[in-house]
């Protein structure tokens, strides 16, 4: 049995603790740790987890506990890692892992001396109807893949103390919303040659919204991310032979596959078991039984290149986060 800590009692921590529960004989929502103990208690009532403590520092030195769940806003991230590998848990992240590439490695080397388990939790990727496209295409049921347009697109109805207007918790579209379109064209084309972007920053300097231009050699993608436009969160990949359309790829459980005369030749239509986090929890209950320090599917090498990739465009836009300055 994994027992697993959870810290900040917040609104992702609520998806974790539903899919976990499905995992009920290998995982147990063993203690959660709130900066307010009431949220924990809430969380317990909830969820019936064994511990609350009000500090996350209390939660990490606990021996029982064997994982820890990130569920805080980015750019505390960092620090958190680097604190909890000095107690040897293993970690789950959520995304965007941290501020930049730079963190993320020295993470990653430091969970290597630990010999800890570490991955973003960027469920995405562990999606089965992600994964059935990407046979599609190994396949060569799309053609050779010549274009990708990703869009998440949402308008933020929060205030300015929130998480996504303050730029030392890595406010802003990027690291929020951005790194779903990125990943999606990273899975399908790699890693692009060169990109063109467009940004329009707040006044405090957070990213609202951007429009990016992935290159390839015979390819391109078109991404758009923002947290003050409503607009569908849809991705197409545009093959020689068909095209997919897949609306709310970051949680997707339906693809539709089109021939070029526009007709609907396939639909792959896979339902959560739970909400989607399922997947990703899956494959960490997996990669510690298995005594891995890391998951193929969401390696440290790509958190690392994404991160790397939004660092770049973050440099177009001369965008630094407090901590980097
Ligand atoms: N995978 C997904 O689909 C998905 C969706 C949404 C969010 N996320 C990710 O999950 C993380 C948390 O997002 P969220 O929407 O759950 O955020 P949230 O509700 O605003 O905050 C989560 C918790 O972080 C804790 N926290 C600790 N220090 C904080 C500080 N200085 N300011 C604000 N909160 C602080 C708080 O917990 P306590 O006060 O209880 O300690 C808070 O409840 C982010 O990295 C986000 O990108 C992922």
Redesign the pocket.
């Known amino acids: 049995m994994i027992n697993v800590g959870i ?7 609520h ?1 974790f603790c539903q899919a976990a529960l499905y995992y009920k004989d290998d995982l147990c929502l063993y203690a959660i ?4 103990i009431k ?2 208690k809430l969380y317990q009532d909830k969820y019936s987890f064994e511990k609350t403590y009000n500090s996350y520092q209390e939660l990490y030195s606990d021996p029982q506990v064997d994982l820890i769940y990130i ?4 750019g ?2 960092f620090e958190q890692m680097m604190d909890i590998l000095d107690y040897k848990k293993h970690i789950l992240c ?3 892992f941290t501020l930049n590439a730079s963190q993320a490695d020295r993470v990653f080397k430091k969970a290597k001396v630990k010999q800890c388990f570490v991955m973003e ?1 960027m ?1 995405t990727r562990f999606l089965p109807v992600i994964q059935a496209i990407q046979k599609e295409v190994k396949d060569g049921n799309i053609g050779k893949v010549m274009y990708i347009k990703a869009d998440f697109c949402f308008k933020a109805d929060v205030d300015e103390s ?2 996504l207007l303050n730029p030392k ?1 890595g406010g802003g579209a990027l ?2 919303v951005g790194i779903y379109p990125i990943t999606f064209a990273n899975i399908f084309l790699g890693q692009a040659q060169s990109f063109k972007s467009q940004v329009q920053l707040s006044d405090k300097g957070i990213d609202l919204s951007e429009s990016i231009e992935y290159y390839y050699q015979n390819a391109k993608a078109h991404l758009k991310a923002s947290i003050i436009e409503n607009q569908p969160i849809i991705a197409y990949i545009y093959g020689d032979l068909a095209y997919v359309v897949i609306e709310g790829f ?1 949680y997707a459980e339906k693809a539709s596959v089109y021939n070029h005369q526009k007709q609907l030749i396939k639909v792959i239509d896979i339902p959560h078991k739970v909400n989607g986090f399922e997947y990703e929890i899956k494959e960490v209950i997996e990669c510690i039984h298995q005594n891995k320090l890391e998951s193929q599917i969401m390696s440290h090498k790509d958190t690392i290149n994404m991160l790397k990739q939004m660092d770049d465009l973050r440099e177009t836009w001369k965008l630094k986060y407090p901590q980097e300055k």
């Open positions: 810290i900040g009692a917040g609104n992702i921590g998806t740790a709130s900066r307010d949220r924990a569920a805080t806003p980015h505390l991230h959520e995304k965007a939790a469920w929130h998480r918790l690291l929020d970051f």
